[in-house]
C-alpha cells in the first residue's frame, strides 16, 4: 500500500506564509479534500481529484479521506492555518479512533502551518511574546459555561488571549458575553486587537481598548487577541505596535 | 532611507519548515543579526554580513539591528520557531520603546514562523486541537511564583498547556516544581508529551503518563506538552498518537 494522508496547513492566506513541506505534499497527492474555500486555494492540475465539502462536515470528510487513503491514494486534507488548532487534525483523529481497524495502518502526518492568531500578531507587533491561552469562542462543540469558565480563570492568570471563531451569524451574541465578562474582570484601558482576513487583499486591522470595543468589531474572519494587563502600545508615524514585554513582575 | 529590519522565524529546524516570505527576506538581507546557533542556519552569500551572539543579549542585538536598519541596512533578525513567542520579537519592542525617536521611523516586520509547540504537536498527534495556553517557564525574566499561579489556573481551566524552556542547567529545579504542581492537581494518567529537537535529525518524541514522567525526560531543547483532562491515545502498529478530541462537556 502507497497510499498516504497529510493534513496539510495552508497558512492564514497569502501564498508566502505556506511551508515548502505543504507545498510539496499538494504537488504530490492524487486527491484534495476539504471546506470547499480552502480546496479553492489550491490550484488545479491534470492527475489532482478535488472534493469540496461544506463547513461542519469534519467527521465525514475526516472518514473519506481514511478511506481513499487506505485504497492506496494520496490525500492531502487541507485546512486553513495550522490544522492542529481548532481545524482538521483533531476532527481526522476522532474518526479514526472510531472508525474501522485497517485505518490505524494508514501513513498520517500532520503538516504544521503558519494559525492565524500568530499571523495576526505579527502583522500588529508581538502581543503574543509573553505566556497566553488560545479558546475557541464557539460554543459549537462545548457548552457555553465552560467558555466563560476558562475566560475568568484566563484573567486571572493574566493570560493575553487569543480568540478563534469570535463571531458568526448564526452565534452571534457569544461574543457580545465574552466583552461583558471582560469589562467585569479587566481595567477598560485592556488593549485589544482585531484582525480581520490577515495577509489577504481584505486585511484589516484594529486596536482597541475594552471599554471601546464592541461586538460588531468581530466577524467570522477575525481573529481577537486580547493583551494580558502588561500590554502595551508603541506610536509610530506609520502606524501603532501592540506588543507584550518578556518580563513580568 | 531604503533600510528594513524583519524579525523572521526560522521554524524549528528543517528547511521545509521556512516560509517562502523568510526565504525572501534572507534572500534581500544584507546583514543578519541573532544568537549563533540561529545564525549559523542561514546559508553563507557574498554581500550578507554576518552578526552572530550570544545568548542573553536580546536587547543589544535588538539595538544593533534598529542602529543598522536606520542607516539604510536591510536587516534580517534570525530567529527560532515564530519570532512572536518567547523569541526576539518582544525584545526588538523593549528596545524600540525605550530608544532614540529616529527609530521609530523604521520599517519594521515581523515575519511568522512555525513554533516549536505546532512542530511538536504536529508530530505527535494533535494534543493542542481544544482550549490551550502556552507558558514560558524560564524564570530569568518573571519569578517563580507567578509561573507557579498560572501553573494552577491553567489546570483548572483545563487548557492543554504547551511549556517552552522547562529546563536548563543553570535552572534544573524549575521543571522539577513544575511536575510536582502537575501532580498535586492533575489524575495520575495524565498524558504528556515530550518532543525533543523537533524536525531535526536528533528529533525524539516521548509520550508518557504524569505519574511516570520525570525532569531528566526535558532538557534545553525539549518542548513539553500536557494534554488536557480529555487528551487521548490511540494505539496503531507504527507509534501512539496523542489529541485532544475538539468537543468538551
Known sequence: MSGWLA???LGPGAQALITPEVTAALDEATDIIGYAPYVARVADRPGL???PSDNRVELDRAAHA???ASQGHRVVVASSG???????AS?????LESGPDHWRAVDIRILPGITAMLAAAARAGAPLGHDFCAINL?????????IERRLRLAVQADFAMAF??????SRPEGFARTLG????TCEAGRLILFARAVSTPQEELHITTLDRATPEMADMRTMVIVGSSRTRMINRPSGPILYTPRWAE
Open 49 to 51: 481529484t478535488r472534493h
Open 7 to 9: 493534513v496539510a496547513g
Open 82 to 88: 495550522d490544522p492542529g488548532v481548532f481545524a482538521m
Open 66 to 68: 481514511l478511506t481513499l
Open 91 to 95: 476532527a481526522l483523529f476522532e474518526a
Open 181 to 184: 465578562i471582560l469589562r467585569e
Open 164 to 169: 478563534y471563531n469570535p463571531r458568526s451569524l
Open 138 to 146: 464557539s460554543d459549537n462543540l462545548k457548552p457555553w459555561p465552560l
